[in-house]
């Protein structure tokens, strides 16, 4: 399947198709994602997705994907980039296999704002066993350490919001990173080191990416887990799970559950049922 990338100078995009199209009932959008578009002509269909001014043209038919774009270009400007290769900070690259997802050139940017180009890597992005506390949890416990609380916590603060970006190629980090943006408004000492060691381990592989195969295959499958009583706070637990389409990890999330589990059971039971409800949701 092709995919192009275009540049709209305009708004009111919604009203940008209709007035291509000329009617609304081909022309369809998504109730899941209202930048998501689709143009259904039997047995084919275009898809297109919205962000601000920047498009994403594919489907299942290269004439008509072609025909639309000529179509855009006719009414409004707009830049042709051609075939999808940078969108949003994601690097994408194809092969007879399918596509590579990956965000290499965020992640050596990342590297060089933190001053960790010259740290030594980090073999895993998290310390084995380690649990992170808050600084009233501390106080509350009697526990007396050298962990201060940051001066200026906006730095951690910025530093998280980009990893939390980078999760959507990287779900290696995605557990290390939900913990560590639990401490957004008191952040420590410690949380930022953790945080740092996250960057370390970004470094040993910065291209790190997802792979989308172009088999065809409508087999889903999803595996999920539980970490119980994770956190020392308030003992509830952790939800994981990663949903694949055939060959390819299409979706995964780690969320602290919403109500603390007696046993590790319990736990491992919420965790399924959150995994069957995102399998119902893409099915």
Avoid at 38 to 43: D, G, M, R, S, V
Avoid at 203 to 211: E, F, M, Q, R, W
Wanted: aromatic share 10%; net charge neutral.
């Amino acid at each position: 399947m092709d995919v192009y990338n275009a540049f709209l100078q305009g708004d009111l995009v919604v009203k940008v198709y209709m007035q291509i199209y000329g009617f609304t009932e081909v022309l369809s959008k998504s109730h899941f994602d209202y930048s998501l578009f689709t143009l259904t002509t039997e047995p084919d269909i275009t898809i297109i997705l919205v962000y601000v001014d920047d498009l994403l043209i594919t489907g299942s038919n290269t004439d008509i994907i072609q025909s639309t774009r000529v179509k855009m270009k006719q009414q409004f400007k707009m830049k042709d980039l051609g075939h999808l290769r940078f969108f949003l900070g994601l690097e994408f690259s194809r092969n007879a296999f399918g596509i590579l997802l990956n965000q290499q050139k965020y992640s050596i940017e990342l590297i060089a704002d933190s001053r960790q180009g010259g740290a030594k890597p980090a073999s895993t992005p998290l310390d084995f066993n380690q649990k992170h506390t808050s600084y009233e949890f501390d106080v509350s416990t009697g526990c007396t350490t050298d962990d201060k609380m940051l001066e200026d916590p906006g730095g951690y603060q910025r530093l998280v919001g980009r990893l939390l970006y980078l999760t959507m190629t990287r779900p290696d980090i995605s557990f290390v990173v939900q913990a560590l943006s639990q401490f957004m408004h008191k952040p420590k000492e410690s949380h930022m080191h953790a945080a740092i060691r996250v960057i370390r381990y970004i470094k040993n592989a910065p291209g790190l990416s997802l792979h989308m195969s172009s088999t065809t295959s409508s087999h889903l499958f999803a595996y999920c887990d539980s970490d119980w009583a994770t956190c020392p706070k308030i003992r509830k637990s952790v939800t994981g799970y990663m949903v694949g389409f055939g060959t390819s990890l299409i979706s995964w999330k780690l969320k602290k559950q919403e109500t603390i589990s007696r046993s590790s059971v319990e736990a491992e039971f919420r965790s399924m049922a959150s995994t069957v409800a995102e399998l119902s949701w893409l099915t």
